[in-house]
T-cell receptor
Framework: AQSVTQLGSHVSVSEGALVLLRCNYSSSVPPYLFWYVQYPNQGLQLLLKYTTGATLVKGINGFEAEFKKSETSFHLTKPSAHMSDAAEYFCAVSDNYGGSQGNLIFGKGTKLSVKP | DGGITQSPKYLFRKEGQNVTLSCEQNLNHDAMYWYRQDPGQGLRLIYYSQIVNDFQKGDIAEGYSVSREKKESFPLTVTSAQKNPTAFYLC????????????FGNGTRLTVT
């Protein structure tokens, strides 16, 4: 069965610094991978997704992620953090098995703080 | 403007009472989902429905029930059998269960005392 591990429940960066949020997955078949962002007391919003093709995926708000099969990783990056990036970020993998195929399996989330 | 509407935003109930959370979508999506979110636990799937009049249990269905009588609507009932119902509940939908991303509502925060 698939699983998702997000390393670091809290990450703090300074405004203008690089943002790196880590996500590793386990899957025996090529996965579909997603990053979502959640602002306080709101639902989740899609940042970007990888299904097939180019392994470097660009998303909204300047974020991007690279699918690395050999490392089973899908880390999220942004070159320069902005105060408005402070939120919780979730990595997810699409379940590829049986009747639950298509259901998303979420990591536990990483809260990003941005210091002025 | 298409989207998912969850109501109410905040809900308070006494222990032992059933409560129903509303979820409506106008995205014409076939698939709908209910997730529960607790601090530090990510999202856990309660129930999902791929089509009208059909639904399946997710990972934590005990103490919950759903119905899907209309494509647009997927209400969730939190029953008195749910041992720890206080949580943030998120409804979502998708057009293609395999590749398409989920569209989320803004959630209902349920507090049971």
């Amino acid at each position: 069965a698939q699983s998702v591990t997000q390393l670091g429940s809290h990450v703090s960066v300074s405004e203008g610094a690089l943002v790196l949020l880590r996500c590793n997955y386990s899957s025996s078949v090529p996965p579909y991978l997603f990053w979502y962002v959640q602002y306080p007391n709101q639902g989740l919003q899609l940042l970007l997704k990888y299904t097939t093709g180019a392994t470097l995926v660009k998303g909204i708000n300047g974020f991007e992620a690279e699918f690395k099969k050999s490392e089973t990783s899908f880390h999220l990056t942004k070159p320069s953090a902005h105060m408005s990036d402070a939120a919780e970020y979730f990595c997810a993998v699409s379940d590829n098995y049986g009747g639950s195929q298509g259901n998303l399996i979420f990591g536990k989330g990483t809260k990003l703080s941005v210091k002025p | 403007d298409g989207g998912i509407t969850q109501s109410p935003k905040y809900l308070f109930r006494k222990e032992g009472q059933n409560v129903t959370l509303s979820c409506e979508q106008n995205l014409n999506h076939d698939a709908m989902y209910w997730y529960r979110q607790d601090p530090g636990q990510g999202l856990r799937l309660i129930y999902y429905s791929q089509i009208v009049n059909d639904f399946q249990k997710g990972d934590i269905a005990e103490g919950y029930s759903v119905s899907r009588e209309k494509k647009e609507s997927f209400p969730l009932t939190v029953t008195s059998a749910q041992k720890n119902p206080t949580a943030f509940y998120l409804c979502a939908s998708s057009g293609d269960r395999i590749r398409s991303p989920l569209h989320f509502g803004n959630g209902t925060r349920l507090t049971v005392t």
